[in-house]
C-alpha cells in the first residue's frame, strides 16, 4: 500500500493531522474514527447503519484515502464490509457527488463522512455502480431491502464484522485497537481467566 505522507506538502499534513484529531476526539454521531500513527493519509472508520434503513444494526468498516492532490481533490472512499447498495460497487468503492463534481478544498472529511452515512439513507440509483442494487431499488424496493438486510446480517453484524467495526482478521486491515473485538475477550465474563476462556473456547 503506497503512503501519500511524502506527497503531500507540509502545511497539507498540518492541516490533516488538525482535522483527523478532531474527529477522533469528537467524531459524528454513529461513526468511529480509526487514525493511523503510521499512515495520515489513510483514515479507517466504522459507520453504524442508519436506523430506518436495512443497515441497522450492522457496523460497516470503511477507509478514505487522500491522494497526492488532497485537498485541491477529493479522497477516494472505500467500503472494506460487504454492503449491497446502489452506490457501492462491487470492490467497495463509494460513488458519491461529494467525493466528485460537488467537492471543495473546505468542505474538509467529517462532511465526506456525514454524507457517506447520508447515502446510505438516500441511496441515488441515478449513480449506480451497482446496476442490480440499482434497479430493485427503483422496482422493487422490498426485494431491495432484502437484500440490502441480508448483506447486512452476514458481514456488518456479529462476529464477522465485529460489533466494533474493527477488523478481526489482521490480512483484512490494520488493527487500530490491540485487542478491540477479540471474541475470546468478549465472551470473558468479569471473573473469567484468559486461561479458561480460551480452553472452553478449544473444548
Known sequence: MNSNVENLPPQVLRLVYKEVSAL?????EGIKIYPSEEDITELHTAIEGP???PFAGGVFRMRLVLGKDFPA?????YFLTKIFHPNVGHKGEICVNVLKRDWRAELGLRHVLLTIKCLMIHPNPESALNEEAGRLLLEDYTEYASRARLLTEIH??????????VPQDPADGPQPKKHAGDPTKRAMGPGVAPSAALGSANL
Open 24 to 28: 477522533a476526539a469528537d467524531p459524528p
Open 51 to 53: 436506523e430506518g434503513t
Open 73 to 77: 481533490a477529493p479522497p477516494k472512499g
Open 156 to 165: 456488518a453484524m456479529g462476529g464477522h464484522g465485529g460489533t466494533s467495526g
